[in-house]
């Protein structure tokens, strides 16, 4: 079964950097997909960025040019640079996993999910 561990929430200023990491277990990493997703409050989860087994990537057009996605298949993780954080990247971010060469953009395409870390960006 795969599980799924996101790290490296937190709260930060407008403007700041954050780092967030999932580590990925239970299976092959290199035959999934990896995917971030956000969802804040009152709204629905929505695709942030992903990426598949030999990088290549999706990115919500809302991020492009602040976030950046990258996996790491020899410790398998998965890692989203958050640049230039505005208040409206508040949520609680979830990275998922599907077995495919693709790379998956809607929550429905993803059956493997972990808990979640919340990102707080304070003005």
């Known amino acids: 079964q795969v599980q799924l561990v996101e790290s490296g929430g937190g709260l930060v200023q407008v403007g700041d950097s954050l780092t967030l990491s999932c580590t990925f277990s239970?299976?092959?990493?290199?035959?999934?997909?990896m995917g971030w997703f956000r969802q804040a409050p009152g709204q629905e989860r929505e695709f942030v960025a992903a990426?598949?087994?030999?990088?290549?990537?999706e990115i919500n057009w809302d991020v492009r040019g602040r976030f950046s996605i990258s996996r790491d298949n020899a410790k398998n993780t998965v890692s989203l640079q958050m640049n230039n954080l505005r208040p409206d990247d508040t949520a609680i971010y979830s990275c998922?996993?599907?077995?495919?060469?693709?790379?998956?953009?809607?929550?429905?395409?993803?059956?493997?999910w972990g808990p979640g870390t919340q990102v707080t960006v304070s003005s």
């Open positions: 990426v598949n087994w030999n990088g290549h990537k």
């Open positions: 239970g299976r092959t990493f290199t035959n999934y997909a």
């Open positions: 998922a996993a599907q077995n495919t060469i693709a790379v998956p953009t809607t929550r429905f395409e993803y059956d493997y």
